[in-house]
């Protein structure tokens, strides 16, 4: 104990803050990995009759959260493991902890782009709003890459100037397209509120999951952001960003599975009215996601002509 005590006093670094936020993370993203296994399996078991491509999706996204976890570990297991008692390692970056970046912001920008295909169709092909969030999107891709890049270029993890303009492009960036996107689908939700009892409830617990979920991931966002800014000699940072992508894929899967759930809720709620003539061009906007899996309801309203998007012919479009 003294003799790590005396390493540790006469190293240029804080070897808790160094090493202690990345174990911190690492905790939280296995347990999130955990749980994106156990709704990965109740998705395929629940859902077979999906289209192959949004199956395809999400076994990509978990296979790529799998890698994600693994050089996570990797990393953790070089710095306590391999090198323990020898903190003089942090001063070189392992392979896998370079590649923390990429691998987080990567499923991210993909599951962005699938919340996108929703504030398309939601949105009635709103192409400027679409088009605009997809771009902030990409641009965040692009700067993780960069980083990623740059850190290969360089043997220790120091923080440079140019890394530095990449890592604030990449949370400012980050937030903005989570803010954006949930805002998006909570305000267009709102607008396709059609004043019945049946579907204000389903709604409401739409616009609820939605605002908790982008609240979250915008926060740790903000925090990943702040924390970089402020703490220079410190990863504290890390932690929060390590989770983002495995928080957005639970987010994703839990979108999937509680489907059916909603599905169940609305048929208890059957309505056989007339719609007024001003809300058709919104109810027909619903009747389209919906039949397509966008919105995970099914509401048998006259005039809408829902079908249920589960049937073997017509699986719901991711």
Known sequence: MATGSVLATNLPFNVQRTLGAPFIGCLFSFALWGSACIQTFIYFYRRPNDLPLAKLAVAFLWCWDTFD?????????????VNYANPIALLHSVWSYKMRIFATALPLFIIRGLFLRRVHRLSEGNKILTWGLFAVNLVNLVAALAVTVKLFGQSTDARSPSINDYLYL?????????AGIASSLCYYL?????GFESTEGLINILMIYIIQTGMTTVILGLLSLICYVTMTDTVIYLPFYLVLSKLYLNSYLLSLIARDALRDRSKQQTLSINIPEDTHSQTSQISADIAEGQCPS????????????SDTNHGPIV
């Open 170 to 178: 990449l949370f400012a960036t980050g937030v903005i397209a989570e």
């Open 190 to 194: 709102h607008q396709a509120r059609t």
């Open 298 to 309: 099914l509401i048998h309203v006259e005039k809408m002509a829902l079908t249920d998007s």
């Open 69 to 81: 976890t693994a050089i996570i570990g990797h990393a953790m297991y070089y710095y306590f493991v």
